[in-house]
């Protein structure tokens, strides 16, 4: 069983830094497509960036695009996203995902049904 944990998020000033990790125990991480998603309450799992299993390949929501950075180490079995300029609009809770699948990805790679693995989440509070 695939188990994703989530770490970096905390407090922020706008125009600040922060990183975050997701460590995968379990299952074959290099083999997964990998994502991070974000939610406010009341609102839907905003897709924010996804990255292809051996990172050739990346996409960005238009909201985080230039700011934002995903990257993973599948040695490390780790996937991590830099977040630079952070706005108040940034604050949410942040789960890493898997996809243990391709199919439809190309078609909607930020579709959170798309993917079948999830952390618990970590908060990312930005204070202007």
């Known amino acids: 069983q695939v188990q994703l944990m989530e770490s970096g998020g905390g407090s922020a000033q706008a125009g600040g830094t922060l990183r975050l990790s997701c460590v995968a125990y379990?299952?074959?991480?290099?083999?997964?497509?990998m994502a991070w998603f974000r939610q406010t309450p009341g609102q839907e799992r905003e897709g924010v960036a996804i990255?292809?299993?051996?990172?050739?390949?990346?996409r960005y929501a238009d909201s985080v695009k230039r700011r934002f950075r995903i990257s993973r180490d599948n040695d490390k079995e780790t996937l991590y996203l830099e977040m630079n300029s952070l706005e108040p609009e940034d604050t949410a809770m942040y789960y890493c995902?898997?996809?243990?699948?391709?199919?439809?990805?190309?078609?909607?790679?930020?579709?959170?049904?798309?993917?079948?693995?999830w952390g618990q989440g970590t908060q990312v509070t930005v204070s202007s």
């Open positions: 379990g299952g074959t991480f290099g083999d997964y497509w």
């Open positions: 995902a898997g996809a243990t699948s391709a199919y439809g990805l190309h078609t909607a790679p930020l579709d959170p049904a798309k993917y079948n693995l």
């Open positions: 990255i292809s299993p051996s990172s050739t390949a990346t």
